[in-house]
């Protein structure tokens, strides 16, 4: 037991808990199983992207240009909607897209040995700069209801975005 004190995930695990419970003596409403639910539902793209810098770290590097990363594919796949493609193909792309850009991440740190800070800024650089121009600068509007709606499906208890 002393020694599950010591490690830093649990501690970082007691004192959630201790918040929680804090927050939940302020405001009751925090801990119903409804707010709960809608805390957790919003937080998972951020435990995914979570998930996949985590695997980064594990090799003692750091990539920043991860939530660029994401942003592009999202306005790819805005962008695809609003031009009519169906939200399958769209989706994917965002997916390969966001793939070849860890994987050209990936190869500039492995094979080429240049730092993974130097790599993920540049190439965080360009993921922005390719953004501005991809987009115009301007908010993507005009998604399809239906696209809209997805996160709203359940299957097995669990929203869809999980």
Request: proline share 3%; net charge positive.
């Given at each position: 037991m002393k020694h599950m004190l010591k490690m830093h995930e649990t501690s970082i695990i007691l004192l959630l808990l201790i918040y929680i419970a804090i927050?939940?003596?302020?405001n009751p409403s925090f801990i119903q199983f409804n707010s709960l639910s809608l805390l957790m539902k919003s937080s998972v793209i951020l435990v995914v992207l979570a998930i996949g810098q985590s695997f980064v770290l594990f090799t003692k590097n750091i990539?920043?240009?991860v939530g660029?990363?994401?942003?592009?594919?999202?306005?790819?796949c805005g962008m695809m909607l609003?031009?009519?493609?169906?939200?399958f193909l769209s989706i994917?792309?965002?997916?390969?897209?966001?793939?070849?850009i860890g994987f050209v991440n990936g190869i500039g740190v492995a094979k080429f040995r240049v730092p993974?800070?130097?790599m993920t800024l540049g190439m965080l650089g360009i993921i922005r700069g390719t953004m501005l121009i991809f987009t115009g600068?301007?908010?993507?509007?005009?998604?399809?209801?239906?696209?809209?709606?997805?996160?709203?499906?359940?299957?097995?208890?669990?929203p869809i975005t999980v």
């Amino acid at each position: 037991m002393k020694h599950m004190l010591k490690m830093h995930e649990t501690s970082i695990i007691l004192l959630l808990l201790i918040y929680i419970a804090i927050v939940g003596m302020i405001n009751p409403s925090f801990i119903q199983f409804n707010s709960l639910s809608l805390l957790m539902k919003s937080s998972v793209i951020l435990v995914v992207l979570a998930i996949g810098q985590s695997f980064v770290l594990f090799t003692k590097n750091i990539d920043v240009s991860v939530g660029s990363s994401m942003g592009l594919s999202a306005a790819v796949c805005g962008m695809m909607l609003t031009n009519g493609y169906s939200a399958f193909l769209s989706i994917f792309v965002a997916i390969i897209l966001g793939a070849i850009i860890g994987f050209v991440n990936g190869i500039g740190v492995a094979k080429f040995r240049v730092p993974a800070i130097i790599m993920t800024l540049g190439m965080l650089g360009i993921i922005r700069g390719t953004m501005l121009i991809f987009t115009g600068g301007k908010w993507i509007e005009d998604i399809p209801n239906d696209f809209k709606q997805l996160p709203s499906i359940i299957i097995l208890g669990l929203p869809i975005t999980v």
